[in-house]
């Protein structure tokens, strides 16, 4: 199927759906959160020391393959260290009984940012 979108130019369903989407708003799939030099000093705020004992204790590894961490140096005291964590990250964070301090939200990590746990960003 496709749609006649003038006399002569005639657009398919797949490439509309591509070309509405480069235009639309990108979804916000990370959510930045910043850690304080006091939450830098507990090694248990680390996701990739705590994150993997605490899947493999709760049985839920398979999430290993959905969850993506990004980190970034931060520029205060208040902000030592940058977690960038798409959703299935910050709800297992949730669920260790970490408190996220979320202070935005983005696409994509910025391309400064180093894996520190889970799969990469793809789009």
């Not at 070309?19 to 979804?27: E, R």
């Not at 959510?31 to 839920?60: C, F, H, R």
């Not at 260790?96 to 894996?115: I, Y």
Request: charged residues 15%.
């Amino acid at each position: 199927m496709s749609i006649l979108i003038s006399d002569c130019i005639h657009i398919s369903n797949d490439l509309l759906r591509r070309l509405m989407s480069k235009h639309s708003a990108p979804t916000l799939n990370y959510q930045i959160v910043a850690q304080s030099a006091e939450d830098v000093q507990n090694t248990e705020n680390a996701p990739a020391v705590s994150m993997g004992p605490y899947l493999l204790k709760s049985g839920q590894t398979s999430l290993l393959s959905s969850i993506s961490i990004y980190s970034l140096r931060g520029e205060s005291r208040a902000q030592v260290r940058l977690l960038y964590m798409n959703a299935p990250a910050i709800q297992v964070w949730q669920s260790m009984g970490k408190t996220p301090h979320v202070v935005g939200s983005q696409a994509r990590p910025p391309h400064a940012a180093l894996l520190t746990y889970g799969v990469p960003f793809s789009e």
